[in-house]
């Protein structure tokens, strides 16, 4: 029996098909079918709750870091204040996800063309569960994701409606907070869910929005930049060949791998970047995880984070232009870059805040493009960009990383096969990146993670300490 909350006449529970399979789940307690992504959480919970009280009992009262006024002041660099578990990111060594390097993922995910890129359904599995899925395992998630991937006929109207001039990230985050209209977690809650069974409805937002993106991502595409129109969604195919083709592009195969390669890379970057930090932020106060996702879509579409990515491709076109040559030698890049430098603006796609050598995600995208497009005039000078920004970044004396992140080459991959439109990168990034960040979050509601909340101190009170 469902306990409601409050009575409010103004949120009569909702009739949605959704809410009644809700319902219906908890009424039952049966939950997720065997084998399935659900079930295996299920399992694994009553291990990491026991296995964090066991780090609260043991290391509670250690000190992970000396917060000093600098890192206060300076976005809390180097402060070790967050736990998540899905990756970790060394500065020399690049990402690990779940412990796995990039390298050693294509060792150990299955590929759905042999030899090739790894499949983000098998990415989104290891970044849920921390164990690596059989192919059977991949199979019934793509399946479990397909036959949530409709999108309501509402939001498909709302994102008609978007003027064609609203920036691909704002439109982003209108359709998934317009899907919040059927959050399970949000109406678990005003219907009085126990706190130990927030982690499921989390788990079935979760995946629904995960199954979702990569239409409203396809619909943003095409009204902006085509004629509107969306390949039909195919139940057959797997998320990235579905996304590919409803882009527009699924017809090319190397299109396809590129974008499982892009889906995996962008997918975690442990829990201190913008993104994820929000999503982690705003669902602790608990906000459902469309809302928690639509935030940090906000947090990605900052020049400094996710849309790094469009501005990369902005600055080398206009470089190109401003240089009148497709082909420009590094005289003229080194002359370009100091140009920018003595304007005030960054380098985008070079440095980073963690990583002190170059992003793993970098060299993973420089490999797909030794493999399929070594000739490009664009990956060329990408390139030569690799080898003249880092020195001069350096001469500057100031930058403390200055090698390419993952931004520096994604736009250079996507033009090769047609996708030229800057402005609709960090989409792409968003999608990839809620495997991470919403994954992360059902595992926040699963273990009982608290409501954030660091204490804040005038400048006043800081001399007041130390004087
Ligand atoms: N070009 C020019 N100057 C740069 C620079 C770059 N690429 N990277 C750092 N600097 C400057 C900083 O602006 C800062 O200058 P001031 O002291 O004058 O303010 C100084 O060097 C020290 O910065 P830092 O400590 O090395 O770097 P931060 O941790 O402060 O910032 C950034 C990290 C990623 C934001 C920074 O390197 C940058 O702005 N890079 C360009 C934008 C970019 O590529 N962003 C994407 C990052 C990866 C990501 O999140 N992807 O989603």
Redesign the pocket.
């Known amino acids: 029996m469902l306990i409601r909350r409050s009575f409010n006449l103004l949120s009569a529970p909702s009739r949605s098909p959704v809410f009644a399979a809700w319902a219906q789940l908890v009424r039952n307690k049966s939950t997720a079918p065997a084998g399935s992504l659900k079930a295996r959480i299920s399992e694994l919970i009553p291990q990491k709750q026991a296995e964090l009280k066991d780090l609260k009992v043991k290391y509670g009262s250690k000190k992970l870091s000396e917060m000093t006024v600098d890192m206060a002041i300076?976005?809390m660099?180097g402060a070790n204040a967050l736990l998540w578990d899905l990756s970790l990111l060394d500065p020399e060594e690049g990402i690990r996800f779940r412990g796995y390097s990039i390298p050693e993922l294509y060792e150990v995910l299955p590929s759905a063309v042999k030899g090739g890129e790894p499949i983000p359904e098998a990415m989104i599995w290891l970044l849920m569960t921390g164990e690596v899925p059989t192919e059977a395992q991949v199979n019934s998630l793509t399946e479990d994701l397909n036959s949530r991937a409709a999108l309501p006929e509402f939001v498909e109207r709302i994102l008609d409606n978007c003027p064609r001039d609203l920036h691909p990230m704002s439109q982003l985050s209108i359709a998934v907070n317009a899907l919040q209209r059927d959050s399970i977690f949000a109406k678990a809650y005003h219907d009085g869910v126990h706190k130990k069974d927030y982690w499921e409805p989390t788990f079935e937002d979760t995946l629904n929005l995960i199954a979702k993106l990569p239409l409203v991502a396809s619909k943003i595409y095409r009204n902006v930049f085509k004629d509107g129109k969306v390949a039909p969604f195919d139940p057959k195919l797997d998320y990235a060949h579905n996304f590919s083709n409803m882009l527009g592009y699924g017809s090319s195969e190397e299109f396809t791998e590129l974008m499982r390669l892009y889906l995996v890379l962008h997918a975690d970057?442990e829990g201190g970047?913008?993104?994820a930090h929000t999503t982690r932020l705003v669902g602790s106060a608990l906000s459902d995880p469309y809302t928690s996702f639509a935030a940090a879509m906000g947090g990605?579409a900052g020049?400094?984070?996710?849309l790094?990515?469009q501005?990369?491709l902005r600055w080398i076109v206009h470089m190109v232009e401003h240089l009148k040559t497709k082909n420009p030698s590094k005289e003229q890049i080194a002359q370009f870059c100091h140009e920018t430098?003595a304007h005030g603006?960054?380098?985008?796609?070079?440095?980073?805040?963690v990583l002190r050598k170059t992003?793993p995600r970098y060299v993973a995208q420089r490999n797909f493009a030794l493999k399929h497009l070594s000739h490009d005039p664009l990956f060329q000078t990408v390139s030569n960009l690799y080898e003249v920004v880092p020195k001069i970044?350096t001469e500057?004396g100031?930058?403390?990383?200055?090698w390419p992140?993952?931004?520096?080459h994604s736009g250079c991959l996507l033009c090769h096969y047609g996708l030229t439109e800057a402005d609709f990168y960090t989409v792409m990034?968003g999608v990839s990146r809620s495997f991470g960040v919403l994954s992360q979050l059902v595992w926040d509601r699963a273990l009982g993670l608290p409501i954030e909340r660091p204490k804040s101190m005038t400048m006043e009170s800081i001399r007041k300490m130390f004087d």
Not at 345 to 353: F, R, S, T, W
Not at 405 to 408: I, Q
């Open positions: 300076g976005g660099r970057h970047n913008v993104s990605l020049p400094l984070h996710g790094a990515n501005e990369v430098l603006n960054v380098i985008p796609g070079y440095g980073h805040a992003d970044l500057l100031k930058v403390k990383n200055p992140n993952v931004d520096a990034f």
